[in-house]
């Protein structure tokens, strides 16, 4: 059985940093995409990074120059570090696999997380 468990979620002030964590079990990391996804109140899911399965990494214009996506093969998990915080950033983050061989920035992705709250207070 497949399972992604976010971590690291929490209230912080502007400009503070948080890092999120994703373990997961029953799948091995290396050998899928992995995603992060955000979403707040009352809007659609969205795209923040990505780990693709080769090494390479993106991560969402709106989030560029402050966050980083990162992955630890050994601990068979992905993580986001998140700086300068901004009120905007205020959504549950949720951690995404996806065994395709094609990398996607869109949400079909094959397994997810149940979120983590991460809460930004100006």
């Known amino acids: 059985q497949v399972q992604l468990v976010e971590s690291g979620g929490g209230l912080v002030q502007v400009g503070a940093s948080l890092r999120l964590s994703c373990a997961a079990s029953?799948?091995?990391?290396?050998?899928?995409?992995m995603g992060w996804f955000r979403q707040a109140p009352g809007k659609e899911r969205e795209f923040v990074a990505i780990s693709r399965r080769l090494g390479s990494t993106r991560v969402a214009d709106s989030v560029k120059g402050r966050f980083t996506i990162s992955r630890d093969n050994a601990k068979n998990t992905v993580y986001l570090q998140m700086n300068s915080l901004k009120p905007e950033d205020m959504a549950v983050y949720y951690c995404?696999?996806?065994?395709?061989?094609?990398?996607?920035?869109?949400?079909?992705?094959?397994?997810w997380g149940q979120g983590t709250q991460v809460t930004v207070s100006s």
């Open positions: 029953g799948l091995t990391v290396s050998r899928y995409h």
């Open positions: 995404a696999a996806r065994g395709s061989a094609l990398a996607i920035e869109t949400d079909d992705y094959d397994y």
